[in-house]
């Protein structure tokens, strides 16, 4: 069974650079996809980024694919999401997971959710 744990929350101002990071433990994310997920207050649940198994293939939600990124190290088994010129509206609990199917992971739900970081833009 893999455990996720974000890192890199908090207060950022608006058009500032911040980058989340997820480390994976119990399973390696060579053998799963991975994804970035978000919540605001009062919002359903968003599906942001996803890449597959190994770190090749990317997905992206067409509200952030021009402003965030996802990426790997393999080495450390560490996937990131770069958030740039992040706005107000951003703000929410940024969700890392995983899923052995990348289908499910951005279709349906994914397997294994992460604590949550918070994420708060300021303007």
């Known amino acids: 069974q893999v455990q996720l744990v974000e890192s890199g929350g908090g207060l950022v101002q608006a058009g500032g650079p911040l980058r989340l990071s997820c480390a994976a433990s119990?399973?390696?994310?060579?053998?799963?996809?991975m994804g970035w997920f978000r919540q605001a207050p009062g919002k359903e649940r968003e599906f942001l980024a996803a890449?597959?198994?190994?770190?090749?293939?990317?997905r992206y939600a067409d509200s952030v694919k021009d402003r965030f990124t996802i990426s790997r190290d393999n080495t450390r088994n560490i996937r990131y999401l770069q958030m740039n010129s992040p706005k107000p509206e951003d703000t929410a609990v940024y969700y890392c997971?995983?899923?052995?199917?990348?289908?499910?992971?951005?279709?349906?739900?994914?397997?294994?959710w992460g604590q949550g970081t918070q994420v708060t833009v300021s303007s």
């Open positions: 997971t995983a899923d052995k199917s990348l289908h499910n992971l951005v279709v349906i739900a994914p397997g294994t």
């Open positions: 119990g399973r390696t994310f060579s053998s799963l996809a």
């Open positions: 890449i597959i198994r190994g770190g090749g293939s990317t």
